[in-house]
């Protein structure tokens, strides 16, 4: 069975190394995920309607700009709120090993006890750790509040978003834009590809196979689309 990643000196290094930056999944995933459906629901609730497609496009393009950006700045003030919160526990824990070493002392030593470390190992652990106040620090956020070593970035966060956001928004409206015969159904057809593309490519990160994510994720869009066409086709008149 081949191995996930290597175990050398350097490859151990390196992977350690990337632990310590946040990644952008779940941005990359919720923004190309709501910008798909949006958009769709949009072009699925009009065309219920009975509308032209000049209606699809203005209203598809202006929830591509301004719903993207909105989720974009959503995610940018949430992402800023845990960043915010991280570095007021941090400056909490700071203020602690200065003004309560012995009780931090004990703390420490009990983080690391939960770990297997036990008599003259565990103290040498501890009298090595305290030595270091950021190796200190980064050990109790993580142990005593559950904060991963990598600091949020707000400003990726919202771009990751905003551009996912645009990329899967375009999709459904590109058969109305280019003026392709039967434009809703090769809007359906183009989005449903971009649902199962998102939720497959989503399986690199997970248990689930392949496929079984992208159904879901298809499921999932599919379902949201059929909802906005049956309310737009209750003012079909």
Not at 51 to 61: E, P
């Amino acid at each position: 069975m081949k191995a996930e990643h290597g175990h050398s000196r350097e490859e151990i290094a390196r992977r350690l190394q990337g632990s310590r930056k946040e990644g952008r999944l779940r941005d990359a995933v919720y923004g190309g995920i709501d910008g798909a459906v949006t958009t769709f629901a949009i072009a699925a609730g009009v065309e219920g309607a009975g509308f032209n497609s000049s209606v699809i496009i203005a209203l598809g393009i202006a929830n591509v700009l301004a719903d993207g950006f909105s989720m974009a700045a959503a995610n940018y003030l949430g992402t800023k709120a845990d960043l915010d919160d991280r570095r007021r526990l941090y400056r909490v824990e700071q203020s602690h090993i200065r003004d309560y070493p012995d009780g931090e002392r004990e703390e420490l030593r009990q983080i690391l006890q939960e770990l297997g470390l036990s008599g003259g190992v565990l103290e040498g652990a501890v009298k090595a750790v305290a030595a270091k106040p950021e190796k200190w620090i980064s050990l109790m956020l993580a142990s005593e509040y559950g904060l991963g070593p990598a600091e949020p970035n707000p400003v990726a966060a919202a771009l990751t978003t905003f551009f996912a956001f645009m990329l899967a928004g375009i999709v459904p409206l590109l058969p109305f834009i280019l003026g392709l015969p039967d434009p809703f159904l090769l809007a359906s057809a183009a989005t449903g590809l971009v649902f199962f593309a998102i939720g497959a490519s989503k399986s690199i990160w997970s248990l689930s196979p392949w496929w079984i994510s992208g159904l879901e994720t298809l499921l999932i869009g599919s379902c949201a689309a059929a909802l906005a066409y049956g309310a737009g086709s209750l003012f079909r008149g």
